[in-house]
């Protein structure tokens, strides 16, 4: 199957900034759009930011401007540049992925653990 594993959270400051990686693999034909979602306590998980194959990005207004997303074909990797953190950021952040499992049709999402970012002084 397919795996995706986060790395790089953790506690900042406001006005810190923080990377986030998303690595995928497994039995991976291809993959079409890429993603982070965060959810923090009490509310529902919302998008953050998502990248196409071809590099076609849309990001949450809360977050244009500050948020960086960008992937790596080669390396089936998505990363998530987050400056100017604000304590309205943290949260669990979620890579999500949609793959094309090899010999299988169509894609299908898969959803990382989750990773989380704290931002508090």
């Not at 034909?29 to 849309?58: C, H, K």
């Not at 949450?60 to 080669?74: C, E, L, P, Y």
């Not at 952040?93 to 704290?118: F, H, I, K, Q, S």
């Amino acid at each position: 199957q397919v795996q995706l594993v986060e790395s790089g959270g953790g506690l900042v400051q406001p006005g810190g900034s923080l990377r986030l990686s998303c690595a995928a693999s497994g039995s991976i034909f291809s993959i079409y759009a890429m993603g982070w979602y965060r959810q923090a306590p009490g509310e529902r998980r919302e998008l953050v930011a998502s990248i196409t194959s071809g590099g076609i990005t849309n990001y949450a207004d809360s977050v244009k401007g500050r948020f960086t997303i960008s992937r790596d074909n080669a390396k089936n990797t998505v990363y998530l540049q987050m400056n100017s953190l604000t304590p309205e950021d943290t949260a669990v952040y979620y890579c999500n992925a949609d793959v094309v499992v090899l010999a299988r049709p169509g894609a299908m999402p898969y959803w990382g653990e989750g990773t989380l970012v704290a931002v508090s002084s």
